[in-house]
């Protein structure tokens, strides 16, 4: 059994003077999730943000911004078009399209490349590949448009491959409660003070949606044993002050190798004897970010799994 | 500019009383590397073997084996399935067809899973995945038969990735000769007294068959900034005698990373303190060889490539 837990992602930022995203609604938002071939799960909503749960990951609108993560085969691209035809390419001041390193890319409906034809085709589009193709790598994609980021304006990625121990055996256990999984992530303590919307899979799998005023944080877990992954984004900080999340997050999934995105910011990872940084890089975009990108190894000197197939 | 270098391999052994493979003809053989879309620019012959060099890769045809490895976007397994079809299954005493860690699997015309289907649907087949996904790993079909190798039966592979340093600036030069290859090598002292049969690519990429009685080695380059890959393979015991070899390549083409494949041998790594194997597994298989996989990483703590797409 596979499943495709990593995540494609955009991010989108309008014009000044264009109607508020929030005001499209929620028929025009699941139109925009159709698109990506998932559902709508539940809502949750304060004062400055809708979080749309999905069947496939999570979907945040603001007034000026949208963020969009989509796992498994779902066609991210084409909810980009949507919303390229829908809003008007002139009015779209920042845009952003992520492939993360993927287990399985062959098995995807579209290619990196493929991805990034069809942005081109109607939008001027840079892109970049971060790290080798034989280990863990990045691809960013972005409107090739000026943009200056307000000095806040950061996020966090921080991206589990084969998580172990406790908690990971417990997420891949067919008695899981919600209650539970919450306590295991000390969700309580991670993310304080945040409103919660998760959802429990079945036969497992996890999804939380949090935010806080403007703060937002979101977590998938996808836990199959030989492709596990778990994803935590958020614009928290989680180079400054922060940085005690990745740490616990880290010692609660034990993953055997992990990555950190950031954009405006260098998501900290603290590191033990047995742990390395295998690689990172650092691209400065024209679009007034700076991506950051890290590749983390457990090295554990254990047997790697035979699977027979 | 991306070739794959990353080789499909098969190996075949048909039953005693079986007319000779090499009495089958250049004709013959000529047609089992047209089936994987490859074609022969040489041929070097001894007492014992006709090891024909390919434009991707290399053929070994001894009296009662035969060894094909093939690099690019061959189609290996038709020539699998042409073998099958000429020799008759109850003629193979042993069929094995590997595909090693690929940059880009999702550019083959096959996948795993469709060769393994495509080779199914002829012959019974046991099926392994060695390793994660997400990081180096190999795969190894065989045919479901018992089968007995004899003692000194070993097959050694050394598969390095990001090769580093003078000797690969030399191998991505545009001015290379075959003589100073052959001394950067140093072939001389790692294959001493082997006859070889070599062809310099263009721009760039150069393959080496080497025989000498019984014993065989090649060598294939994949030299381009990114992607590059070099193979060595060989009967010779990479675990015991002839342990040197692997030290002497790993010191000249200094890998970012390596795999070594051993068919009952382990080939020996040597590590520094920056030089960590990443993982290793062992899987006796039911055709009477044990298998055994193992992962290294170069730590170097470098800032990896960003490549403008």
């Known amino acids: 059994m596979f499943f495709e837990g990593s995540e494609k992602k955009i991010e989108l930022v309008v014009e000044a003077g264009c109607p508020p995203l929030r005001s499209l609604g929620y028929p025009f938002w699941h139109k925009v999730v159709k698109a990506a071939e998932a559902d709508i799960l539940s809502t949750l909503s304060n004062q400055y943000c809708d979080a749309y749960l999905l069947s496939e990951s999570s979907l945040f609108v603001w007034d000026d911004r949208c963020l969009m993560l989509t796992c498994g085969n779902t066609t991210l691209v084409n909810s980009a078009l949507l919303l390229e035809e829908h809003l008007g390419s002139d009015n779209i001041a920042f845009f952003s399209y992520q492939r993360k390193n993927e287990y399985q890319s ?140 990745v740490k616990q997050l880290l010692a609660i999934l034990q993953p055997a190798s992990w990555d950190t995105v950031g954009f405006n910011c260098q998501p900290f990872s603290p590191l033990s004897a047995v742990q390395f940084e295998v690689g990172k890089c650092t691209q400065p ?22 699977k027979q197939l």
Chains 1, 2 share one sequence.
């Open 106 to 245: 062959q098995l995807q409906h579209t290619s990196l490349q493929q991805d990034l034809d069809k942005l081109r085709s109607k939008l001027p589009i840079k892109a970049y590949q971060l790290g080798y193709l034989d280990s863990h790598h990045h691809f960013l994609l972005h409107l090739d448009k000026p943009y200056t980021p307000a000095k806040n304006d950061i996020t966090c990625e921080l991206l589990m491959y084969h998580t172990q121990g406790p908690a990971a055996d417990y997420l891949r256990s067919t008695h899981q409660t919600i209650e539970q999984i919450r306590a295991l992530l000390k969700l309580d303590i991670i993310l304080p003070d945040f409103e919660l919307n998760d959802f429990l899979f079945e036969p497992f799998g996890y999804s939380v949606n949090a935010i806080r005023g403007k703060d937002y944080a979101t977590i998938h877990i996808t836990p199959e044993q030989h492709s596990s992954y778990v994803s935590f984004e958020t614009n928290l900080n989680l180079g400054g002050a922060h940085a005690y999340i």
């Open 285 to 306: 975009l024209d679009c007034g970010y700076i991506l950051d990108f890290r590749h983390y190894q457990h090295l554990q000197k254990t047997t790697l799994p035979t």
